[in-house]
């Protein structure tokens, strides 16, 4: 097998149907990857594991019983299902922090659970966690997210100081704002409030501390995820990876 192919192994990624964990679903079964597709929209999963020759699993990862209709012999697990939610400390629902940490906290925590035994047993795996800049930085209104990546890389550290003499690896990548639903939805939600058209919002709001004043393309995240995964990559662990345009320099 060489250093940039995955033949012969499976992959599991959550959020799968659509943006990051699309284009890390499609990236690995390039890569030679069979691929198990996660999401919670049942069409979206349907259409990727179509697209990939995968499998779909339809579930609510905030539902930890969830985890348990999905695969343990994996391979490979990327850990990318999340979402946001904006608003003040005073006025955020507790019942949607609560939920944020379950699917972005709690599921990678299950999955990884579930696949090291696999994973120990053949002596390799790769445990890739999408974080976020915001998993290395705070930023105001999103107590939820911030809280939810911190812990994630806490325990992708975790994984990696566990697995490391049964050749598991365990990472993190951290992306600023990727050009994904997630990122649009709150780009419109600021134009409207900011009286701005989006274009300003991306430069002037969203990236204001980044160095490079444009949204990436989720195959860029996909393309790191992979080499990740790889053979070449096998000395790299506990490591989280800024893809921020230059955020985290600043």
């Known amino acids: 097998m060489s250093d940039n192919r995955l033949d012969g192994r499976v992959a599991l990624v959550t959020g799968a149907g659509s943006g990051i964990g699309r284009a890390c679903a499609r990236a690995l079964a390039e890569s030679g990857a069979k691929v198990h597709i996660v999401d919670l929209d049942q069409p979206a999963a349907e259409r990727v594991a179509a697209d990939v020759g ?84 705070a930023s105001q209104f999103k107590a939820g997210y911030v809280a939810a990546k911190h812990a994630l890389e806490g325990l992708s550290k975790v994984v990696a100081l566990e697995g490391a003499e049964h050749g598991v690896t365990s990472n993190s990548v951290n ?15 600021q134009a409207a409030a900011h009286g701005l058209d989006e274009s300003d919002v991306v430069e002037r709001i969203l990236l204001h501390r980044a160095a490079l004043k444009r949204l990436i393309d989720p195959d860029r995240v996909a393309e790191l995820v992979r080499w990740l995964c790889g053979e070449h990559a096998a000395h790299v662990t506990g490591a989280s990876v800024p893809m921020d345009g230059g955020w985290t320099a600043a």
Request: no cysteine; net charge negative.
């Open 54 to 137: 995968g499998w779909a699993h339809v579930v609510d990862l905030a539902d930890a019983s969830a985890v348990d209709s999905l695969p343990a012999e994996v391979d490979v697990l990327v850990n990318n299902a999340g979402f946001q939610h904006v608003a003040a400390l005073p006025e955020f629902p507790p019942e949607t922090f609560v939920r944020m940490q379950q699917v972005m906290v709690t599921a990678p925590f299950l999955l990884a659970r579930k696949v090291l035994p696999h994973m120990y047993s053949r002596g390799w795996g790769r445990l890739v966690h999408v974080s976020s800049v915001h998993g290395l930085r």
């Open 175 to 189: 992306p600023g704002y990727v050009d994904t639903p997630l990122v649009r939805d709150q780009i419109a939600g």
